[in-house]
Each structure stands twice: as C-alpha cells, then as structure tokens.
C-alpha cells in the first residue's frame, strides 16, 4: 500500500494515518527535507507475537526467512461469508505446504474504503492453517481478525511463530504460486514493522 496522509486505516482512526511534515524547503533552506510519524500496523506490515500475546517475541527475533520464498495465493473472492473457515481452506489442502507463504485474496481488495465487516481468517482457519505447518500468512485486510472475543486467530498464529502479514494489495493478483519478496523497515524491539512485498510468479 501507498503510503500518504489520506490512505485507508484500520477502521479510519485518525490516529493511525501518516503525518509527513516538510521540516525544511528552499524558501527558508539550502535543502529539503521531510519526516514521517506513523502507527507501524498503518499499510502493508507484519505483526510480531508482541502485538497480541503478552511478553511475546519483538522484532529483535524476526527472520526474513519467515516471510520470504514459496508462497500461494488462495483466491476467496467469492466467498459470502465474511469469515474464512477451515471448510473454506481444505479444497486448497495440496496448495497449503509445510513451510510456505499462503496469501489470502478475498474481496476486501476490491474496496476503495475501510469496510467495518471486512473479511477474516476465523479460529478454525488459522488451526488448520497451524496443522498444516506453514510460515507465514498473509491478507489483503489491514487486520487479519475482528468480532473474535480474545483474538484466537492472533494468538494460534503468532503463539506458534507465524507471522501475519496485513494490509497487502491484491486486487490484480491471481490465484497461483509465487516467489514472495517482502521487506519490512529494520526497527528494534517493536511489535510491528511496516513493509514492501512483491510477489513473483513462478
């Protein structure tokens, strides 16, 4: 996602869009020069256990390998529920591998405004997504998880060092293999790094 002030946020919160100030320009400098303030779940990012799970793993013990190599992308687009199950995931059993990358593409790509009912990975999902042994998981919600009381989705992935990746652009993405490329910002000790993911076919 494109970072800028008026970019989609988690259920629109002021507080989590961008702030880029123009410290210095050419009418009062020999230079320009800008800063960004911003929430680190804002765009395209990863959330570390920390996020969810008290006393959890930061950012200090992230491995780019985690979210980096094989991965797939399911298409759910035409799901009607609003919540991906393990029944929605088991005929892409041969495509889920111990491992990998899976991506999510569901019909929350196709919305140009935050949707409050946006689509989830419900707790059976992410069980089974547990079970069957991958890395990472990513989706093209800016959150992964929503109306589950104590965030189970959260706390089965990240207990079990799964990293989440939220907030990816998937609307011209197809359904298939991939090579995933994504770097995150190396921040220290935090619970969420902002990030650049690219995905090719393979």
Avoid: W
């Avoid at 990293?163 to 197809?174: F, R, S, T, V, W």
Wanted: glycine share 6%; with cysteine; net charge negative.
């Amino acid at each position: 996602m494109t970072i800028e002030p008026s970019m989609m946020v988690y259920k629109n919160l002021e507080a989590k869009k961008p702030a880029i100030t123009t410290r210095a320009n050419y009418e009062t400098h020999e230079h320009y020069e800008s800063s960004i303030a911003m929430d680190l779940h804002t765009g395209t990012h990863i959330d570390m256990p920390l996020h969810m799970i008290k006393d959890g793993a930061t950012s200090d013990t992230f491995s780019l390998e985690a979210v980096n190599g094989k991965c797939f992308v399911i298409d759910l687009t035409q799901i009607e529920e609003n919540h991906i199950e393990k029944s929605h995931l088991l005929p892409y059993e041969a495509q889920i591998n111990a491992g990998e990358i899976i991506i999510l593409k569901t019909k929350n790509c196709l919305k140009a405004e935050f949707d409050f009912e946006f689509v989830f990975l419900a707790e059976s999902g992410a069980q089974y997504l547990l079970e069957r042994g991958i890395k990472s998981v990513g989706i093209d919600a800016l959150g992964i998880e929503r109306s589950q009381p104590e965030h189970p989705t959260h706390k089965i992935l990240l207990g079990n060092h799964i990293y989440i990746i939220e907030g990816l652009a998937l609307a011209e993405i197809k359904a298939g293999p991939y090579k995933m490329l994504c770097l995150p910002l190396k921040i220290a000790n935090v619970e969420g790094l902002p990030a650049r993911a690219l995905l090719k076919p393979m």
